[in-house]
Nanobody
Framework: QVRLAESGGGLVQTGNSLTLSCNVS????????????MAWFRQAPGKARECVAL?????????YYSDSKDGRFTTSRDFTKSTMWLQMNNLTPDDTAVYYC?????????????????WGQGTQVTVSS
């Protein structure tokens, strides 16, 4: 069974940085999403789940970010370690949310949560003012 596990969340002050990690454990067939699309989502209380960063495989990895991140978020992946990271800089209280990593069967660009079949349990990020 494929498993995604996030780590690295916590409580930080405004202006600080955090790096989240997502480790992928493959199923019996060896699937680890190395050549599939993966993404970071977040969900704040009372709000819809939104995609903050997306990574596609194409020889290397190509990344895309939602417009609201203002260059503060950077995602990266390691092909051999089946790990994905989200570096978040200059955090504000508006970034407070549960952050999830997600994977999908296809290697195509989509920001919709429903298009991702596999999810981690989430990690809480809280930014104090």
């Amino acid at each position: 069974q494929v498993r995604l596990a996030e780590s690295g969340g916590g409580l930080v002050q405004t202006g600080n940085s955090l790096t989240l990690s997502c480790n992928v454990s493959g199923d019996a067939s060896g699937r680890t999403f190395s050549q599939s699309a993966m993404a970071w989502f977040r969900q704040a209380p009372g709000k819809a789940r939104e995609c903050v960063a997306l990574s596609l495989y194409g020889g290397g990895y190509y990344t895309y970010y939602s417009d609201s991140k203002d260059g503060r978020f950077t995602t990266s992946r390691d092909f051999t370690k089946s790990t994905m990271w989200l570096q978040m800089n200059n955090l504000t209280p508006d970034d407070t949310a549960v952050y999830y990593c997600a994977g999908r069967e296809l290697n195509s660009k989509t920001y919709y949560p429903a298009d991702y079949q596999y999810w981690g349990q989430g990690t809480q990020v809280t930014v104090s003012s």
